[in-house]
């Protein structure tokens, strides 16, 4: 059994634990510094979603995989945007009202609209990208300004504290405090790696993004020059 169809067979399993659905929960290859060939072999083994963290990198496999699909999940700069506005079919990282008006600019311009997740910074790091719980309102109003953008849902990297379950319940409570309030549904929920799928399936996620499981130890390879996000 190949490594893809092990974590397709692990999702599975995480579904029916958590009586939930199958094939609710989608898994998004995380392909961050992985060649073509190591993605093209994830692919024959069933993966059908892929996530980039580098606009250089999505562009180059997006055009060399384009059956895929192709999620940005890394922090996303504005001047980085034409890009994943041409080729993402899911931006996981929408996480500022300036982000959302400078992607819309890109979307207008190729004539595609973009489903977009809220990046939340859940237990508020430093060290991590994404907004507070308490401006999630009013990003998704800014995303809701333009019909380029569809914002449908939330996502999060929780803290490496052992208790992933913790702020997968946290992101899942905003998420339902937020749709209520804003009378808007937000079904999806992108949360959850290779160490906590199956805790992240039974909090509800929709997504789960997993690169190690997947493609195993990532080898220290420079990163190609012009891949700041």
């Known amino acids: 059994m190949s490594r893809a169809e092990e974590q397709l067979r692990r999702l599975r399993e995480a579904e029916r634990a958590a009586g939930r659905a199958p094939g609710s929960v989608t898994l998004v290859g995380a392909s961050k510094t992985r060649t073509v060939e190591e993605v093209r072999a994830a692919?024959?083994?069933?993966?059908?979603?892929?996530?980039?963290?580098?606009?250089?990198?999505?562009?180059?496999?997006?055009?060399?995989?384009?059956?895929?699909?192709?999620?940005?999940?890394?922090?996303?700069?504005?001047?980085k945007a034409r890009v994943v506005a041409s080729l993402a079919t899911r931006l996981h990282a929408l996480d500022s009202a300036r982000l959302a008006d400078?992607?819309?600019?890109?979307?207008?311009?190729?004539?595609?609209?973009?489903?977009?997740?809220?990046?939340?910074?859940?237990?508020?790091?430093?060290?991590?990208?994404?907004?507070?719980?308490?401006?999630?309102?009013?990003?998704?109003?800014?995303?809701?300004?333009?019909?380029?953008?569809?914002?449908?849902?939330?996502?999060?990297?929780p803290p490496d504290d052992g208790t992933p379950e913790v702020w997968f319940s946290a992101l899942r409570s905003l998420r339902d405090e937020v749709a209520a309030r804003m009378g808007r549904p937000l079904p999806e929920l992108s949360m959850g790696m290779s160490g906590d799928l199956e805790a992240a399936v039974a909090c509800g996620a929709t997504f789960v993004r997993v690169g190690t499981a997947l493609f195993g130890p990532r080898e220290r390879r420079p990163r190609p020059e012009g891949t700041a996000s």
């Open 102 to 157: 400078a992607l819309a600019v890109e979307l207008r311009r190729v004539g595609r609209r973009l489903p977009v997740l809220i990046e939340v910074n859940v237990a508020g790091e430093a060290s991590k990208s994404g907004c507070r719980p308490e401006d999630v309102p009013a990003i998704i109003e800014a995303a809701c300004r333009h019909p380029e953008l569809d914002p449908d849902g939330l996502m999060t990297l």
């Open 43 to 79: 692919w024959h083994g069933g993966i059908r979603h892929f996530g980039e963290n580098y606009a250089q990198e999505l562009e180059a496999k997006a055009t060399a995989i384009p059956e895929a699909g192709w999620h940005f999940i890394g922090h996303l700069q504005r001047n």
